[in-house]
């Protein structure tokens, strides 16, 4: 069954280092997102991506994310200058274009220490 | 703006018990609906969705939802909790560009 894969599944980096976050979407799906959830607290979106466009973004997606296709495979959220508050766990999702159903990876854990 | 509210943090039923789990929405028009399940330490696992049509969609491991578009609800029911179910229950709310979440339902099964 096809998947959405995520790498690595658990970071740890110091406050202030460049994080990339990858993500393998199921192969014919054409949404993309990130969705993130801090410990204990619910999941939230962060940006949805399609036609090699950000579509929609939260208040959390600032100017330290980004989110790149660069290979017409992987799926990437970058966080330039990581901050205590960004630990959590990172979820990408993808879905075809013909129904809504979000198929998610396992999620990467981001811890800054 | 749309949102999902689901009511109750925190559930526990004694395994064997039956099982609902509220969720309402607010949305301009008929959303896509979903629930998840995520087990600790995993990812989210779709249960069940709705997106037209009859209005008790069945999912996995034995779980039902019923949209009720007067209440602007789709509550999560299961007629007997098995120890396996405890988990974190998340209802979600969408279109096709954009997904949000409810804050979550944790539900513990007392043996």
């Known amino acids: 069954e096809p998947e959405v894969t995520q790498t690595p599944s658990h970071q740890v980096t110091q406050m202030g280092q460049e994080v990339i976050l990858r993500c393998v979407p199921i192969s014919n799906h054409l949404y993309f997102y990130w969705y993130r959830q801090i410990l204990g607290q619910k999941v939230e979106f962060l940006v949805s991506?399609?036609?090699?466009?950000?579509?929609?973004k939260s208040e959390i997606f600032d100017d330290q994310f980004s989110v790149e296709r660069p290979d017409g495979s992987n799926f990437t959220l970058k966080i330039r200058s990581t901050k205590l508050e960004d630990s959590a766990m990172y979820f990408c999702a993808s879905r075809y274009t013909e129904t809504g159903e979000l198929f998610f990876g396992e999620g990467s854990r981001l811890t800054v220490l | 703006a749309q949102s999902v509210t689901q009511p109750d943090i925190h559930i526990t039923v004694s395994e064997g018990a039956s099982l609902e789990l509220r969720c309402n929405y607010s949305?301009?028009?008929?959303?896509?609906l979903f629930w998840y399940v995520q087990s600790p330490g995993q990812g989210l696992q779709l249960l069940l969705k709705y997106f037209s049509g009859d209005t008790l969609v069945q999912g996995i491991k034995g779980f039902e939802a019923e949209f009720k578009r007067s209440q602007s609800s789709f509550n999560l029911r299961k007629p007997s909790v098995h120890w396996s179910d405890a988990a974190e229950y998340f209802c979600?709310?969408?279109?096709?560009?954009?997904?949000?979440f409810g804050a979550g339902t944790r539900l513990t099964v007392k043996p």
């Open positions: 979600a709310v969408g279109d096709r560009s954009d997904m949000r």
């Open positions: 949305y301009g028009a008929t959303p896509y």
């Open positions: 991506f399609y036609n090699n466009e950000i579509s929609e």
